[in-house]
C-alpha cells in the first residue's frame, strides 16, 4: 500500500515558497523604478501640451493684435499664472492634484518665454528636467540635471 498523498495534495516547501518570493522581489526591483519614471514622463507631458498651447495661442494673438500677449488670461486660459494637472486640466493655486505652474515672463511686443515650474512630488521626482522653457522661436530648454531629451 502506498501512503503518499496524490500530487495534489502535497502542497509546496517552505524552500519552494522562498524561492519565489525571492523571484517576484528581484522582478520587483526592476520594474518599480522603472514604473516610477513613466509616471514622472507622463506628467511631464502635460506640460509640453500645455506649453505647446500657450505658444499656439500667443501666435494666434500675434497675428490678431501684432504683438505678443503679457499675461495667460489674455490669450484665454482661466489663470495667470495657471496650474495643471497631470490629465492636463486646469487646478486652483495650491491644489493637492497640481504638477506644474504656468506663466509668462520676458514679453515684449515681439518676443515671450513661456514657463512650466513643476510643484509637488513632481518637482521631487522630477530633477532630470526640472522647469521647461518655450519661447517665440520655438526655442524649447529644459532646466535639470539632464535636459537633453525632456522635450
Not at 31 to 55: E, F, G, M
Not at 122 to 130: A, E, P, S, V
Not at 131 to 150: E, I
Request: charged share 15%; with cysteine; hydrophobic share 40%.
Amino acid at each position: 500500500m502506498n501512503n503518499k498523498a496524490p500530487i495534489w495534495q502535497r502542497g509546496m516547501t517552505l524552500m519552494e515558497l522562498m524561492i519565489v518570493v525571492a523571484i517576484i522581489a528581484m522582478i520587483s526591483a526592476f520594474a518599480y523604478p522603472s514604473y516610477q519614471d513613466y509616471i514622472v514622463n507622463t506628467k511631464r507631458t502635460a506640460a509640453t501640451t500645455t506649453l505647446l498651447q500657450i505658444s499656439d495661442r500667443q501666435q494666434q494673438f500675434f497675428m490678431d493684435n501684432k504683438s505678443y500677449a503679457n499675461d495667460l488670461t489674455t490669450l484665454g486660459f482661466t489663470g495667470n499664472p495657471l496650474w495643471v494637472a497631470d490629465d492636463g486640466r486646469v487646478v486652483t493655486a495650491g491644489d493637492m492634484d497640481a504638477v506644474y505652474i504656468f506663466g509668462l515672463v520676458n514679453v515684449t511686443p515681439t518676443e515671450y518665454l513661456a514657463f512650466a515650474v513643476p510643484v509637488g512630488q513632481q518637482q521631487i521626482r522630477d530633477t532630470k528636467c526640472g522647469a521647461l522653457t518655450l519661447n517665440n522661436a520655438n526655442n524649447r530648454q529644459a532646466y535639470g540635471s539632464h535636459p537633453d531629451d525632456c522635450w
